[in-house]
């Protein structure tokens, strides 16, 4: 998965995907339940059934602090869903069943 380092790279990542959800994950290094779900998250990423549909990136919270808290993000993780450009949907804590079922809802929207 692509890490988004500025809110320069987060912006472009989103605007470039247009008509596809944009499935961002904030984590840090130091979070236990970041590491747990992670290799889940990267599973996810690569789903045959998603490919083309969503896209999936990760934003490191104490390398860009800028996009953490332009949306407000306050616990990790938090997992953030965008369709072309908007945020349509969030997931906060390492719910991956939870996750799976918005990412659904919204694909089942495109």
Do not use: H
Not at 7 to 22: A, C, H, M, Q, R
Not at 25 to 52: H, M, N, R, S
Not at 60 to 76: L, P, R
């Amino acid at each position: 998965m692509k890490e988004l380092d500025t809110i320069e790279e987060f912006n472009d990542f989103l605007n470039d995907n247009p008509g596809k959800l944009v499935v961002i994950d904030f984590f840090a290094t130091w979070c236990g339940p970041c590491q747990f779900i992670g290799p889940y998250v990267e599973q996810l990423a690569e789903a045959d059934k998603l490919k083309g549909k969503a896209v999936f990136a990760k934003v490191d919270v104490d390398k860009n602090d800028d996009a953490s808290a332009e949306y407000g993000v306050e616990a990790m993780p938090t997992f953030m869903l965008f369709l072309n450009g908007s945020k349509v949907d969030s997931v906060r804590g390492a719910d991956i069943r939870k996750l799976i079922t918005k990412i659904e809802t919204q694909i089942s929207k495109l």
